[in-house]
């Protein structure tokens, strides 16, 4: 559904140290890693991690919007009924990286100061104003708020985690219930 998040321009030793703080919680399952570890892996000394980010959530927020921004990345939908495959794939790339999607969702479900839980809403409410301008306010807040939840790696956590749902079945339901929320505007 979104395009590339926006994350502010990294320097060439951010990028190294978020591109190396994501292949250990990969390879080590956990973002608890110590900033020795990930200073080691980018190259540097320990106190450039530091120096860039001072404590552990500053560290984890860079690292979740970074994850979101190059790995997790799309292109914008063209049409608000291209959401639903927009979030099939979307399901499918967090179920291919699992421990990369528990710190991005465990970002914004935290509710960290700074994480974005629906950073696709802006592009929802402008296609909504392009396809059904004449939606009353509460509807159009309802399939906005709807499509937000189901687009999001928190929803992928949770078909995971609260049901046991393997890859396609969270594709599958994901985009089923996007599907749902769109059906009453199709022909408006």
Known sequence: MTGP???PALSGTQEAILAAYTELIEELGSDDVSYRVIARRAGIAERTVFRNYPTRVDLLLATAAWIEATLF???ESRSIFDIPLAIREAMERYDARPELAHVV?????RGVSGASPSPGREQLER???AEAPALDPARRRAIVAALSHLDSVGTWVTLRRE???DRRDIADAAAWAAEAVLDGIRHT
């Open 5 to 7: 998040a926006a994350v």
């Open 73 to 75: 990345a799309r292109e």
């Open 105 to 109: 969702a465990e970002t914004a479900m």
């Open 127 to 129: 296609l909504l104003d």
């Open 163 to 165: 049901f046991g749902m």
